[in-house]
């Protein structure tokens, strides 16, 4: 089976330079997975063009692109199952993870998504380092006390609720300054009210860095992945805390 690393960009590549900054990688290739990481159109370091086809885009073009590029992997490698292919992410790759699923329901089987910017309008809110200057403008504040407003409603996470077929489990911290907690919930709502079945993850005391320091986090995602994506049972083992997380 493949597990995919996603940060499908807009701003940064993600695909690691050096074995020592794959270690979520390299736990899962340990479990039994293919690992496989792209940094596709819309993602940063090479020319506007590449750049700029993922504005107003959210994660889409980047979705498109890894799909296309896991097929192609999967013709020159027989070995790799792609009728197991699951996908994991923190912050705008828990927002791709999520939608990874929603977008492609018969292609993504399982999805731990974290720290989600499931619709974007909370991300860095407010008229200085506000979201909604990168779409034209800031929006009045009418507008983001109606709902989710254009031009977020089309990178809505929420909306595409009711195409979830598999498994996902969502992570969220109580304390993160970066994608309010709310976002999460706000996407476990919309499955709800779609009567979809998912899973969901509470940190207490966890902010933004939840995916570097938080052995429960790191624990459940291996999990979650070895019982619904291998098939099989997990061990009944404890992890030690990792340094610097809390408790």
Known sequence: PVIEDIYAGPHSAHVPKAFSSSRSQQSMAELGFVVFSIDARGTGGRDKAFHDSSFLQGA????DDHVAALHQLGERFPGIDLQRVGIYGHSFGGYSAARALLRYPAFYKVGVASAGSHNLQGMYGGA??????LFGGVLPATAMAEGVPAPFAGLDNAALAGNL????????????ENAPPALT???????NKAQRTYDLLYLARQDHELFRNDATY???M?????????GQQPPDTVLAP????PG
């Open 60 to 63: 889409d073009v980047q979705l």
């Open 128 to 133: 200085v380092h506000g979201m909604d200057r």
């Open 165 to 176: 077929r598999g498994h996902l489990l969502l992570v969220y911290g109580e304390l993160d």
């Open 185 to 191: 919930l706000q996407l476990a709502a919309a499955l």
């Open 218 to 220: 790191t624990h459940r």
């Open 222 to 230: 291996w999990d979650y992945f070895v019982r619904h994506l291998a």
């Open 242 to 245: 990792l340094p610097g997380g």
